[in-house]
């Protein structure tokens, strides 16, 4: 046992060394760039940044540690650790090692030009060796990180040897014992449990999913946000980013023909230093600057709504909201996951097929709603039932405008009723409590509230009675309900007279039969604005969730540059309404629906008929503009979002984020 210990030990004090060095990278880092990019915050906030950083740092070292783990448990087993095994060991966790550390030093010059961590943006500059080498070598800023890497790399092999001839001669001074019981027994069992924990180490947390960058976003600083990722860790799983078939190019029709079109389409001439869509917006004082509540309701289709044909009662509280409120019509969801909702609805920018804009290592910096309320004095909340990491969005939201985010790690855990957190109803009592702890400050909010109980697994609580038999039915009667509950205990709070509220779906679900290709209940969606002084109507027109932003700063009468797919709502017209699902995008407006196919090239061209039904029919030229405007609209996007055009002025990305 005191050989196997031995062996064991070997392997920790190279791990707990290699977390050593990380840290001195990271601090390091933080010394150089810390005066420039920080905000003035206490010590503590500072501390969790490099508390974060040994998490992702030993998720790494934990990757590196379990192979030659593993060879030491099973040459320990057969009493075979002979002094090549300890060699071979250390070696393989040099070079490991030696790679890890080569990455993290580079992170430091990389990090103090991009104001990001080292990511497979590096991998386009092996093509230009040459110039590269003589970027690298010729700035003398970039010496210390180089002469630190050097210097640390070579200590940490000279220890790492040495301590490899002299665990092999302790371990030689004991007499090998003469029974093998505790070598095929409690060795094995021993030597399982720490690849276990070592494994336990790569995956990083306990919740349903592994740590991810997400995870270090803890407060409002951007560089601290950033400072306890680990760079290897970052540019791993870029590079994994990019490989995701869902991150593929689209090729639909020619970029700057695209952005061309969009100029047209949308009246934009361009801001200097901003992008070729952006304009300025100019304020109107005249108007209230209202506080915003959004609720994203989870598979919200119109389908479910009685207002929009559905035969049973499953929601008569928002079937009610509609009737003392603006509501459009023809309203679609940009895409058919709750990440394409906040993302559009946010930030007002169309979807791709099934691309997660917000689910990167590279975190996107976007000018938006929740960027321009920050601008103008709005506190900014989120609050979601689910791990504030799922699909990113911690990381993301707090990126881009939001002060505080209000998940599952924040709620008891009694409260948790499936993998996706707590129940609708639990949400708004909760955020309520928040929301009137701030109101008293006098300073205007936004609230985005994302429920989640009409989503598989379907959990409806015990005190709820729905009238309907089916499940999938029953679950829409208590999310309807949860909703009615909120807006009523908001009715009597001091701050509802002077605030707007926006409920719409993330998204929609099946409901009925498909009536083509790509079912329409899956992006028709409700759209109903609330408030004091919002006359009720039924608006007819076809928009999408990129609308609700700039019709919402309308209403509020806000300046800024607008740098987005959105159209304002009280004062423009969409001629269709573009949206996608995971493998069709699609184009619709009173008449025509038009649908394709990118895998297959497949196009489909439907009228619509009196009774709402659709009828195949032939391409012509209402289809083709149509095609150029949806086509136009999503290549455009990815060549904003590609050249990082996302933001609202010409200053740099780091300081879009403050």
């Not at 379990?66 to 070696?91: E, K, Y």
């Not at 009774?611 to 209402?622: K, N, P, V």
């Amino acid at each position: 046992m005191k050989r196997f210990g031995l062996s064991l030990s070997f392997i920790a004090i190279l791990h707990i060394m290699a977390l050593a060095i990380f840290f001195i990278f990271r601090l390091t880092l933080y010394a150089v760039t810390a005066y420039d990019f920080t905000e003035d915050v206490g010590f503590s906030v500072k501390s969790v940044a490099f508390l974060k950083g040994l998490w992702f740092d030993n998720v790494i070292a934990c990757y590196v540690s379990i192979l030659p783990l593993t060879v030491i448990v099973i040459a320990s087993m057969f009493r075979n650790v002979g002094r090549w095994v300890f060699n071979v060991c250390a070696v393989f966790i040099c070079i490991m090692f030696s790679v890890c550390f080569i990455v993290a030093g580079a992170n430091i010059p990389y990090f103090c030009y991009f104001f990001t961590n080292i990511n497979s943006s590096i991998f386009n500059w092996f093509g230009y060796g040459t110039t590269t080498g003589g970027m690298i070598f010729q700035e003398s800023s970039y010496w210390l990180p180089l002469a630190l890497t050097l210097v640390l790399t070579v200590v940490y092999w000279i220890m790492a040897l040495r301590l490899s001839v002299r665990f092999h001669r302790m371990i030689a001074a004991f007499t090998p014992p003469h029974c093998n019981v505790l070598n095929y027994s409690v060795i094995p069992l021993l030597g399982v449990g720490c690849i276990g924990l070592c494994l336990f180490g790569i995956r990083g947390r306990v919740g349903y999913n592994p740590i991810k960058v997400s995870q270090a976003y803890y407060c409002q600083d951007p560089f601290l946000n950033q400072l306890g990722v680990n760079p290897v860790f970052n540019l791993l799983t870029s590079a994994l980013d990019d490989m995701r078939k869902e991150n593929r190019p689209i090729e639909l029709v020619d970029e700057d023909t695209a952005v061309d079109n969009v100029r047209r389409f949308l009246g934009r001439q361009g801001v200097d230093g901003v992008s070729p869509i952006a304009r300025t917006v100019e304020p109107n004082d005249s108007a209230d600057r209202k506080n915003v509540v959004i609720i994203l309701m989870e598979s919200m289709s119109a389908s479910l709504m009685q207002s929009f044909g559905q035969e049973k009662c499953l929601t008569p509280y928002l079937d009610s909201l509609i009737t003392v409120s603006r509501s459009y019509r023809n309203f679609y969801s940009s895409g058919l996951h709750t990440n394409h909702g906040i993302y559009s609805t946010l930030y007002s920018f169309p979807t791709i097929l099934k691309r997660n804009a917000m689910k990167g290592t590279r975190i996107p910096v976007y000018s938006g709603l929740p960027t321009v309320l920050a601008d103008n004095g709005y506190h900014n909340m989120f609050f979601m039932t689910h791990e504030s990491q799922y699909d990113n969005m911690n990381a993301f939201l707090r990126t881009n405008g939001f002060h505080e985010i209000y998940a599952q790690e924040n709620y008891p855990a009694d409260k948790v009723v499936n993998s996706f957190g707590v129940p609708d109803d639990y949400l708004f009592s909760y955020a309520m409590e928040k929301i009137n702890g701030y109101a008293r400050s006098g300073q205007p909010f936004l609230s985005v509230l994302l429920t989640i109980s009409n989503h598989p697994p379907y959990i409806i609580p015990s005190y709820f009675s729905p009238k309907t038999d089916e499940i999938s039915e029953q679950i829409v009667e208590y999310a309807d309900h949860s909703i009615k509950q909120f807006m009523e205990s908001a009715r009597q709070q001091p701050w509802y007279d002077n605030t707007l509220f926006v409920l719409l779906g993330d998204h929609g679900k099946l409901v009925g039969n498909p009536e083509c290709e790509m079912p329409q209940c899956h992006n028709h969606i409700p759209l109903i604005i609330h408030g004091n002084g919002i006359e009720p109507s039924a608006v007819d027109d076809y928009c999408c969730q990129a609308d609700v932003a700039p019709t919402l700063l309308d209403m509020l009468g806000i300046g800024y540059v607008q740098n987005n797919f959105g159209v304002n709502l009280n004062r423009e017209q969409r001629p269709c309404a573009v949206y996608t699902n995971d493998k069709h995008v699609a184009a619709r407006n009173s008449s025509r629906l038009f649908i394709y196919d990118p895998s297959e090239s497949i196009k489909y061209y439907y009228r619509v008929e009196e009774d709402g039904t659709l009828a195949a029919t032939e391409r012509d030229s209402a289809f083709c503009a149509m095609e150029e405007y949806c086509f136009s609209m999503l290549q455009a996007t990815q060549f904003l979002t590609r050249e990082q055009l996302t933001v609202d002025n010409a200053l740099s990305i780091r300081s879009a984020t403050r």
